[in-house]
């Protein structure tokens, strides 16, 4: 009989979230597994990874192990709406998305409150790399996962406090190959599934073709333009602006005698400018769309700026402002990423975010 509280565990079907669910469980927890069915496989694409059927059923075997309930709750329509329509849209404009940031945001977090209270659960809990702390008042903190290269601190951004305050990361201390042992101790069914390594919902990584399937017909997707250098001219030619990103080479497709890679994608000319490895760099990006987990000062500020999921933070200064930020990198930094989140840290902790414009 359990002797704690009922917390809901958001199961994806993977062995991060389905390890939280057996370790609160084996604490005593009361716990509630709960599955979002976000997405379906279409035409010959045969998307997943996280939204197949597979993948409900790795959360239902891991729920009967332990004996506790689970939910399955239909969520496309907002699924489509926030996060895939919003991917398509930013591909579109020759942007890089930022899907699983939205995702949490608008999505799964928000929904799961919902739930927890129709449940009677106070805590939340998910198999995110991140941690969570108090300060003296007893307010939340998001702090990095204790594992570096796991930290999904990243994609966390800008959860209000009240969120923050119900939130549980049972692996936030785990380094991964450690959580792949508890998960096997357990015994967990899927405890040797191999993690997910693409978008959910594009999981051959084929953007392009994601983009040019799912969009309206007269959107634009797959129409042709050139391939261009800083100068302006013309190198070659490519087949839709969608699925470039900056610092992207593969897929560039133009001889020379080094490597070329993209530097901006402008949607109104169809263009890709390409450029080499230096020309990447750069000391200063704009953000908008912030949010804050912390308060700050409308003075600048010292922090450390994360660009991109896998990149370190790096030191810089942060100038908020009413519409978003600014900031400016001690050293410069590559392949800075119009669309792409941009996370504010200060040591371990998470201060905010934006979307850099």
């Keep these: 009989m359990s002797t704690k509280e009922r917390v809901l565990v958001a199961m994806s079907g993977g062995v991060d979230s389905s390890l939280a669910a057996a370790l609160l469980h084996e604490q005593g927890y009361d716990v509630v597994g709960v599955t979002l069915h976000l997405w379906d496989a279409q035409g010959d694409s045969k998307v997943g990874r996280c939204c197949a059927p597979e ?34 849209a930013d ?128 959107a634009g997707a797959g129409e042709g333009g050139k391939i261009v250098d800083s100068e302006g001219r013309t190198l070659g030619e490519h087949a839709g602006i969608e699925g470039f990103t900056v610092g992207q080479r593969r897929g560039i497709r133009v001889p020379g005698p080094a490597p070329r890679y993209v530097l901006r994608v402008l949607p109104e000319s169809r263009e890709v400018v390409v450029g080499d490895d230096a020309q990447l760099l750069g000391a200063e990006l704009e953000a908008t769309g912030a949010s804050w987990s912390a308060v700050l000062d409308p003075a600048p500020i010292r922090a450390e700026v994360r660009i991109r999921y896998r990149h370190e933070p790096a030191p810089a200064t942060v100038v908020p402002s009413e519409r978003g930020f600014s900031v400016r990198f001690d050293e410069p930094q590559r392949a800075i990423a119009p669309g792409q989140a941009v996370v504010v840290y200060r040591g371990e902790q998470v201060l905010g975010g934006g979307f850099i414009v």
Excluded: M
Aim: aromatic fraction near 6%; proline fraction near 7%; glycine fraction near 8%.
């Design 91 to 218: 591909n579109l404009k020759g942007i890089t998305p930022s899907p699983c940031v939205h995702c949490n945001q608008h999505v799964k977090l928000g929904r799961l409150v919902q739930i927890a209270d129709r449940l009677g659960a106070r805590q939340i809990a998910t198999g995110h790399y991140a941690r969570i702390a108090r300060d003296p008042a007893g307010a939340p903190l998001l702090l990095r996962g204790r594992d570096r290269k796991k930290d999904q601190s990243y994609f966390l951004f800008g959860l209000p406090e009240t969120l923050l305050d119900r939130l549980v990361f049972p692996l936030g201390e785990l380094e991964k190959d450690d959580a792949r042992l508890e998960a096997k101790r357990l015994g967990l069914p899927n405890w040797n599934k191999p993690d997910s390594q693409e978008l959910c919902f594009v999981p051959d990584g084929n953007v392009a073709g994601f983009v040019k399937q799912q969009s309206p017909s007269d």
């Design 55 to 88: 993948d409900r059923d790795d959360a239902r075997r891991t729920c009967e192990l332990l004996g506790v309930p689970h939910y399955v709750l239909d969520e496309r329509d907002e699924f489509r709406k926030h996060v895939v329509d919003a991917f398509i």
